[in-house]
């Protein structure tokens, strides 16, 4: 028994030793990576870039795997503390890592979405007449940048540099003035977002005296709802920047303008589910306000409907899967807003892997056809491209929650939780998301139909050269159908199960009077369970038969005057954007000009060097006309010296206005000096001149 004990504590030494090793390495194999193809790209070249930052994002993914199986399946999580970073008396903020079931959850998308996206950049990316090696550096920085994010043990740690990398990403394609306004709108949007979130770390800092995640949510119980409400809403309104909600929405499909793997990879696993992943990281913080909880529900419906109906309209492929992903997040938010944070994890990883399959596969449509993005001059490819339509068909059936498709165990799931919570918010936005959801199934059998099954309406020379990718591009779109069906039905159990004490570590914490998935599973109607299946099956037929049986009554009503004015409302965004420009954007930016020079050409300079000097000059002369010449003034300033100097040890034991009253006599008396002067000067101009 001892020999066996013995073996077992080496064993548990051993695994420890080897966790602590490849998780402290981990995140710095893609820094690693970056830092080779940024700075000694042309002395590694292309391949060499691309084999560098390939394999060591593959490397980290497969630690990712070993990490999820150690940390989040065998309940044991790690903390890692590397340097200080802020000490500042009570505030000390280090950079430390956490890794728990929540963190290696998220791991999972980010890395193995990443490591597929960079194998398929090889071949996709491998024509384009820009610096290669620039491009898989921002790759592998972006990978770097989310690692932290999602390990971070505190909300300073998580707030750092990955609006830069985005910008960077989106705008490759620099000289592109498109891809310039983009990332700009991008990098700002998310600006408005980090300044609430910066707001929101300084509250903390204010109630908690600090921003790490065990002393806020410990402290949270102990804590004023006003206050945690404040928090909350600030933390929520950055996650509305980060992950495209309705207001802060704008940047994300025009964040299309990058290369197509730079869209799979920040709107499938990162930066859109950023402000998601902030939600659930703060679960214990938003546990404890029903406002924020309330204003979750609705902004995640509002979002659903909004964005399916955009994308009911556009013609961009792209724009269309954008649109799909902004309606996806607003589900998982709604899932937030219903304290259902497993569950919103759960569609958050399955949507990864569907969604990155979408737009990898519209990618492939793209590269095959010279670049074109509007998918009304595709049609017929399907005997062309069939790995392509299979897996977007696949991806497809998954977004619209097919059953026993992977998006099918959380999306139908968010929808009966709404509906089970028993209040009227709740239910009144299950009939909002189930109306999204079907306009979600319209627009993607439309992209389907009319990219691949309709006749041919693009140049003949598109088909003569479309052909499908070579093994770069097509082992990324196979590896992701597989989990496209079967992620979701593996692991439904291990996030959602009843029984699943996956999150036994505490890493999201939903209160007790908040559950609702048992009632969820057992008191909800079988109509209202049924009734999202019985729509996509529904829309799914309504589409195939308007689009191959009444195109031309559809194209009757797009060219009436109702018809006309509907279509224009919602290809442009219900006006969003106009309304932002003409009544905000200019606004805003006159006021940050005034503002600006006020600051920089009035406070600033009064402060600064300006400011300084002339107060010097007036001083030297103010104190320079106390050169009279009466010894008798000479006197008295002796004595007004001399008082001072006797009374600085007394000024403490006496009224402390006595040292003021001193001040304002001498100035009194240089003042009165400098008046004397300037009148005596003028009375010798007017003798000088006859006038007295």
Known sequence: METKDKKRRSALCVALLHRVLLQRNAPLLNNTSAILSGLFGRKIGVSGSQIITTTLVIITTLLAILAYLEVGLNNIPVSLKLIRWVDSESLNISWAFHFDALTVSMLLPVLVVSSLVHLYSISYMSHDPQHNQRFFSYLSLF?????????????????????????????????????????????????????????GMFAMIWA??????STVFSLSPYISENVVTLICICLLIGA??????????????????????????????????????????????????????????WIGALTTVFSSLIGLFQQDIKKVIAYSTMSQLGMMVIAVGLSSYNVALFHLVNHAFYKALLFLGAGSVIHAMADNQDFRKYGGL???????YSVMMIASLSLVAFPYMTGFYSKDL???????????????????????????TIYSIKVLYLTFLSNPHGPLIYYKNAHEGDLYLSIPLIVLAVFSIFFGYITKDIYVGLGSNFFVDNSIFIHP?????????????????LLPFVLTITMSLFALIISEFLPESLMNFKYSRFGYNIFVFFN??????????????GKILILGGQTTKFL???????????????????????ISSLDTGVITSYALYILVGLTFYISIPYIYSFDNSLILVMLYSLFYLINLKSLRSSVSDSVFKLLNKGKI
């Open 240 to 297: 509305m920047a980060k992950s495209s909600q309705l207001g802060l929405h704008v940047w994300l499909p025009m964040a299309m303008e990058g290369p197509t793997p730079v869209s799979a990879l920040i709107h499938a696993a990162t930066i859109c589910t950023a402000g998601v992943y902030l939600l659930m990281r703060s679960s214990p913080l938003i546990e404890y306000s029903s406002t924020t909880l309330l204003l979750c529900l």
């Open 143 to 199: 990978t770097f940048m989310m690692v932290v994010l999602v390990t971070a043990d505190n909300y300073l740690l998580m707030f750092v540099l990955v609006g830069v990398c985005s910008y960077l990403l989106v705008n490759f394609w620099y000289t592109r003035i498109a891809a310039n306004q983009s990332s700009i709108s991008a990098l700002l949007t998310n600006r408005v977002g980090d300044c609430f979130l910066t707001i």
């Open 382 to 388: 399907r005997a062309i491209l069939p790995l392509t």
């Open 600 to 622: 920089d050409r009035g406070s600033l300079e009064l402060i600064g060097p300006y400011g300084l000097e002339k107060g010097i000059l007036y001083l030297g002369k103010s």
């Open 513 to 529: 009077s908040h559950e609702i998935l048992i009632d969820t599973e057992f008191s909800v109607p079988t109509i209202y369970k």
């Open 208 to 213: 908690f005296s600090n921003i790490d995640y």
């Open 572 to 585: 442009q965004r219900f006006f969003v954007e106009m309304f932002y420009n003409k009544y905000i954007t």
């Open 414 to 440: 968010i929808l009966e939780l709404s509906y089970g919570q028993y209040y009227f918010s709740s239910t009144a936005v299950y009939f909002i998301a189930v109306i999204g959801a079907s306009f979600t």
